[in-house]
């Protein structure tokens, strides 16, 4: 009885894990696959529904393209995707990197495999990826965030940053940046940068950073919050306690609706952030257009594709060869908008 | 006089409450005077009230001499599912969606009790499955979005900073479970079954029934969390407070829980909770490097842990030698 049911449950198992497959990737043609960062975060979702839709566009089956939420903001979990789509197949894998650097054997493997490699939100070492579909210069981005500080701070005064975790690698980029931007121009001599922080895009952790900024800084003028859970999370801190401190950042438009006016009353007069759903969409065509071999991943390369800012040239990544695809310029949300992209994304 | 003292210097909890007074002071030391002022002390309840509530539930767990892993699942699905009911507009009546998360908790908790109880599955297997399936359904049910400060928008002003909704949620409950634990036959069933299975079913207890009881209040009191917590931080996200149920078991074990079952007490694990949101309070506050603050955690629990059990040691010698004379 008990052999018996062991039998049954195992020939289960095979039909299960059989039937997963199913829609297969037909061989004949590219297949394509988008790693994001983690499930559970609508930004992702959103990269992963341009994606999706230019995928349809162009007519690639839809056993073709794979996309993959990893179950944790790890570096452990993309590793595990990346092998089993090394395992499928895929001919191209456009991903979001949870680190710049543990990332790199295991596409190396990918690249062995003849698996072409694009990143897209957080870039990974230059020589394990072709392109990065970057959704904002760093130091577009970095300008932005330091030109509002620099304006909701009245042109002097501490500000602190609020930052995911510590290793995150398009956080690290802006802040670098942001530390650059103000150590070179003297305009922004009388700011002061006092920490630091990071909420590990956590809410609970975030909240008591941003609660220990408030009690260590009492000069403390803007927190500058480069990440969606962190500028929820601060939001919230500062327009519960009516703290004179305002906000800023790049946050989700619909998560921030709440908190984004010009009064007393909202702790944040204006964010950033470019349009994900976009930034998903010029991954797809990068990813088609390597695949077709329409492109190379060199500095110089163009490629056309249906989208406000096409064609896109391959720029130089600054300071070395590695080439980068800019989407476009941060787009700025205030109270004046801000009610009408909150239903977009 | 002097042997109520002695009595109370035997206490697990007064040596606990001694260290974490001393560490309160340095603390507000190294923090120039500011840690003790009164919106820090209130921030630190409502910012772990979520980990003090649980730890209620899992005093219960502990004490059978199980575990349950599942609670942040159960938060998760919980909150997301109340979060989603605001946000398609089916309710915002605080009340009903406390009540809603509580009884879908008091249902996951359930079902953890019955496996656990008649199932004879291991604690610790069962809540691991159950973590992933109420948190894989939180994912599912939310379809990788977030119920945002926008949605919850009105319901939230009951966990609002300032509002005194968390703390007498955290009030009752630990006044309940004084009484509970104290004064009533659930309770000294509770400690029976932990202390010696055996002898508690000879005895004449119920033993499986216990066990659901126990695993069906710490599911409610998950759910109850998930709402709280939606309240509290203003949003339902499907990844909420993941990892926290190590956060939940390390304050009853500070708290002087013991993990093999049988000992504990509400006041322990209150001050163990209490600790731990110090400790996490306070890292930010002292000027440590942030990537440092894992590491110091860390350390800082180990060694209050052992300090602990040190000083338990020598004060049970020390009792010990008095009674020889």
Same mark, same amino acid.
């Given at each position: 009885?008990?052999?018996?049911l062991?039998?049954?449950?195992?020939?289960?198992?095979?039909?299960?894990?059989?039937?997963?497959?199913?829609?297969?990737?037909?061989?004949?043609?590219?297949?394509?696959?988008?790693?994001?960062?983690?499930?559970?975060?609508?930004?992702?979702?959103?990269?992963?529904?341009?994606?999706?839709?230019?995928?349809?566009?162009?007519?690639?089956? /839809?056993?073709?393209?794979? =996309?993959?939420?990893?179950?944790?903001?790890?570096v452990?979990?993309?590793?595990?995707?990346?092998?089993?789509?090394?395992?499928?197949?895929? %001919?191209?894998?456009? =991903?979001?990197?949870?680190?710049?650097?543990?990332? %790199?054997?295991?596409?190396?493997?990918?690249?062995?495999?003849?698996?072409?490699?694009?990143?897209?939100?957080?870039?990974?070492?230059?020589?394990?990826?072709?392109?990065?579909?970057?959704?904002?210069?760093?130091?577009?981005?970095?300008?932005?965030?330091?030109?509002?500080?620099?304006?909701? *701070?009245?042109?002097?005064?501490?500000?602190?940053i609020?930052?995911?975790t %510590?290793?995150?690698?398009?956080?690290?980029?802006?802040?670098?940046?942001?530390?650059?931007?103000?150590?070179?121009? %003297?305009?922004?001599?009388?700011?002061?940068?006092?920490?630091?922080?990071?909420?590990?895009?956590?809410?609970?952790?975030?909240?008591?950073?941003?609660?220990?900024?408030?009690?260590?800084?009492?000069?403390?003028?803007?927190?500058?919050?480069?990440?969606?859970?962190?500028? /929820?999370?601060?939001a919230?801190?500062?327009?519960?306690?009516?703290?004179?401190?305002?906000?800023?950042?790049?946050?989700?438009?619909?998560?921030? *609706?709440?908190?984004?006016?010009?009064?007393?009353?909202?702790?944040?007069?204006?964010?950033?952030?470019?349009?994900?759903?976009?930034?998903?969409?010029?991954?797809?065509?990068?990813?088609?257009?390597?695949?077709?071999?329409? =492109?190379?991943?060199?500095?110089?390369?163009?490629?056309?594709?249906?989208?406000?800012?096409s064609?896109?040239?391959?720029?130089?990544?600054?300071?070395?060869?590695?080439?980068?695809?800019?989407?476009? *310029?941060?787009?700025?949300f205030?109270s004046?908008?801000?009610?009408?992209? /909150?239903?977009?994304? | 006089?002097?042997?109520?003292?002695?009595?109370?210097?035997?206490?697990?909890?007064?040596?606990?409450?001694?260290?974490?007074?001393?560490?309160?002071?340095?603390?507000?030391?190294?923090?120039?005077?500011?840690?003790?002022?009164?919106?820090?002390?209130?921030?630190?309840?409502?910012?772990?009230?979520?980990?003090?509530?649980?730890?209620?539930?899992?005093?219960?767990?502990?004490?059978?001499?199980?575990?349950?892993?599942?609670?942040?699942?159960?938060?998760?699905?919980?909150?997301?599912?109340?979060?989603?009911?605001?946000?398609?507009g089916? +309710?915002?009546?605080?009340?009903?969606?406390?009540?809603?998360?509580?009884?879908?908790?008091?249902?996951?908790?359930?079902?953890?009790?019955?496996?656990?109880?008649?199932?004879?599955?291991?604690?610790?297997?069962? +809540?691991?499955?159950?973590?992933y399936?109420?948190?894989?359904?939180?994912?599912?049910?939310?379809?990788?979005?977030?119920?945002?400060?926008?949605?919850?928008?009105?319901?939230?002003?009951?966990?609002?900073?300032?509002?005194?909704?968390?703390?007498?949620?955290?009030?009752?409950?630990?006044?309940?479970?004084?009484?509970?634990?104290?004064?009533?036959s659930?309770?000294?069933?509770v400690?029976?079954?932990?202390?010696?299975?055996?002898?508690?079913?000879?005895?004449?207890?119920?033993?499986?029934?216990?066990?659901?009881?126990?695993?069906?209040?710490?599911?409610?009191?998950a759910?109850?969390?998930?709402?709280?917590?939606?309240?509290?931080?203003?949003?339902? $996200?499907?990844?909420? $407070?993941?990892?926290?149920?190590?956060?939940?078991?390390?304050?009853?074990?500070?708290?002087?829980?013991?993990?093999?079952?049988?000992?504990? +007490?509400?006041?322990?694990?209150?001050?163990?909770?209490?600790?731990?949101?110090?400790?996490y309070?306070?890292?930010?506050?002292v000027?440590?490097?942030?990537?440092? $603050?894992?590491?110091?955690?860390?350390?800082?629990?180990?060694?209050?842990?052992?300090?602990?059990?040190?000083?338990?040691?020598?004060?049970?010698? $020390?009792?010990?030698?008095?009674?020889?004379?």
């Amino acid at each position: 009885m008990k052999k018996l049911l062991c039998i049954a449950l195992s020939i289960l198992m095979i039909i299960g894990m059989l039937s997963a497959c199913a829609p297969g990737i037909d061989k004949s043609q590219a297949s394509y696959a988008l790693v994001t960062k983690s499930a559970g975060n609508p930004y992702n979702e959103k990269e992963a529904e341009g994606f999706e839709k230019v995928m349809k566009a162009m007519g690639v089956p /839809a056993g073709n393209y794979i =996309i993959k939420h990893p179950e944790a903001a790890t570096v452990d979990a993309q590793i595990n995707v990346i092998n089993s789509l090394i395992s499928q197949g895929v %001919s191209c894998i456009a =991903i979001a990197a949870n680190d710049a650097n543990a990332l %790199s054997s295991v596409l190396k493997e990918a690249k062995a495999a003849g698996i072409k490699i694009v990143t897209l939100d957080s870039d990974v070492a230059v020589e394990d990826r072709l392109t990065f579909c970057n959704q904002a210069g760093v130091t577009q981005v970095a300008q932005a965030l330091v030109d509002a500080v620099y304006d909701i *701070a009245g042109g002097e005064g501490e500000y602190a940053i609020l930052s995911a975790t %510590s290793q995150a690698t398009n956080q690290n980029a802006w802040i670098d940046a942001m530390k650059a931007i103000t150590a070179s121009d %003297s305009k922004y001599s009388k700011l002061t940068l006092v920490e630091v922080a990071y909420g590990d895009d956590e809410n609970q952790k975030s909240t008591d950073q941003t609660q220990a900024l408030l009690a260590k800084y009492p000069n403390l003028k803007v927190i500058c919050a480069p990440t969606t859970v962190g500028i /929820a999370a601060a939001a919230k801190v500062l327009q519960d306690k009516g703290s004179s401190v305002k906000l800023t950042g790049l946050g989700l438009p619909s998560e921030m *609706a709440e908190f984004i006016g010009d009064d007393a009353a909202h702790s944040c007069p204006y964010m950033f952030l470019w349009n994900p759903i976009d930034l998903g969409s010029l991954a797809a065509y990068a990813s088609i257009a390597l695949a077709e071999g329409k =492109i190379t991943g060199k500095v110089g390369d163009t490629f056309t594709c249906d989208m406000e800012n096409s064609p896109y040239t391959l720029t130089a990544v600054e300071g070395t060869t590695a080439s980068e695809i800019i989407l476009g *310029a941060p787009f700025r949300f205030d109270s004046s908008n801000i009610a009408e992209w /909150a239903k977009v994304y | 006089m002097k042997s109520f003292l002695r009595k109370l210097t035997g206490k697990h909890e007064v040596s606990l409450a001694i260290i974490m007074i001393l560490m309160f002071v340095i603390i507000d030391i190294l923090c120039g005077g500011t840690f003790h002022s009164f919106t820090n002390i209130k921030d630190i309840f409502r910012n772990n009230a979520l980990t003090l509530l649980m730890s209620l539930g899992m005093l219960l767990v502990l004490l059978t001499g199980g575990i349950d892993i599942s609670i942040t699942g159960v938060l998760a699905f919980s909150g997301m599912t109340i979060g989603l009911m605001m946000k398609n507009g089916v +309710t915002h009546n605080v009340f009903l969606l406390f009540l809603i998360a509580t009884a879908i908790g008091t249902v996951c908790g359930l079902i953890n009790g019955l496996i656990i109880a008649k199932g004879k599955v291991s604690p610790i297997i069962c +809540t691991l499955g159950a973590m992933y399936i109420w948190r894989g359904m939180a994912y599912i049910i939310s379809g990788n979005a977030w119920a945002s400060a926008q949605d919850v928008s009105g319901y939230s002003d009951f966990g609002k900073d300032g509002k005194i909704g968390p703390y007498i949620i955290l009030g009752v409950a630990f006044i309940l479970f004084i009484v509970m634990m104290k004064w009533s036959s659930f309770g000294r069933k509770v400690y029976a079954i932990g202390s010696n299975r055996e002898a508690a079913r000879i005895s004449g207890i119920n033993v499986d029934r216990v066990q659901i009881a126990v695993y069906t209040i710490m599911g409610a009191l998950a759910g109850l969390a998930g709402a709280l917590s939606v309240s509290i931080y203003a949003s339902a $996200q499907p990844n909420m $407070q993941t990892g926290k149920e190590m956060d939940v078991i390390a304050a009853c074990v500070i708290g002087g829980v013991s993990m093999s079952g049988g000992r504990g +007490t509400v006041l322990g694990t209150l001050l163990g909770g209490i600790f731990y949101a110090i400790v996490y309070k306070a890292l930010p506050l002292v000027g440590l490097d942030s990537i440092w $603050q894992n590491l110091i955690k860390g350390i800082i629990i180990l060694a209050v842990v052992v300090i602990n059990v040190v000083t338990q040691r020598a004060m049970k010698r $020390q009792n010990l030698a008095r009674r020889e004379i």
